[in-house]
């Protein structure tokens, strides 16, 4: 599958525990994405990067989310101190670089539930 | 802030007949509109979009109208099937991308 990949495909934690997601682009894909959704609703941005370099957060992300992409190919999200409205999908999605740049591909998303 | 508004957000169609799915949106820098598809459980599926130097596309049994003076575009899925049923988001993107609060599509056979 030469599709975007993310794990784990599902989280169950208990409030105040860290978490940390992995999402793995299509390859070549020099952007990536971070969205969240819950449910009823379209995903929300919360951070981007082109390469390595995180270019754009939301005011959604708080001191508690970070994200990294270190080597520019796959990305981290981990969120500190969870907390129950944190309980939410967590999409990822990546573009090329020229072309259909604005083309985004999602991942199939890791579920969170925070007890 | 961006936003945008897709109506209506619960859609009941027969097998055969066409559904329309509209969005407004309030950056008048959006450039790029993208629709997805959601199946339950599944990630979004881009099913088409359209820039904004167009003003109609069409694939298949799908299409898409811009309307860059009053910021709205909108889906036509013309002889619906049942497998079209699932969650539609627009989206715009003038900076990032903003998504409608979806649409979910119910085709009965």
């Known amino acids: 599958d030469t599709g975007v990949s993310q794990n784990p495909r599902h989280k169950i934690t208990k409030r105040g525990q860290n978490v940390t997601f992995r999402c793995d682009p299509i390859s070549e894909h020099n952007r990536l994405y971070w969205y969240r959704q819950t449910l009823g609703q379209g995903p929300e941005f919360l951070t981007y990067?082109?390469?390595?370099?995180?270019?754009?957060k939301s005011r959604l992300l708080s001191d508690r989310f970070s994200a990294e992409r270190p080597k520019g190919s796959f990305s981290t999200l981990e969120i500190q101190r969870t907390e129950q409205g944190d309980s939410a999908m967590y999409l990822c999605?990546?573009?090329?670089?020229?072309?259909?740049?604005?083309?985004?591909?999602f991942g199939p998303g890791t579920r969170l539930l925070v007890l | 802030g961006e936003n945008v508004e897709q109506h209506p957000s619960t859609l009941s169609v027969q097998e055969g007949d066409s559904a329309v799915i509209k969005c407004t949106y309030s950056?008048?820098?959006?450039?790029?509109f993208p629709w997805y598809k959601q199946e339950l459980g599944k990630r979004p599926q881009l099913i088409i979009d359209?820039?904004?130097?167009?003003g109609e596309k069409k694939d298949q049994r799908i299409a898409v109208t811009l309307n860059k003076t009053a910021k709205h575009f909108s889906l036509h899925i013309t002889e619906t099937q049942p497998e079209d049923s699932a969650v539609y988001f627009c989206a715009a993107r003038g900076g990032k991308l903003i998504f409608g609060q979806g649409t979910e599509l119910s085709v009965k056979p």
């Open positions: 950056d008048s820098a959006s450039n790029y």
């Open positions: 990067f082109q390469n390595e370099a995180q270019l754009e």
């Open positions: 999605a990546s573009s090329p670089l020229g072309g259909n740049q604005e083309t985004q591909y």
């Open positions: 359209i820039r904004s130097n167009v």
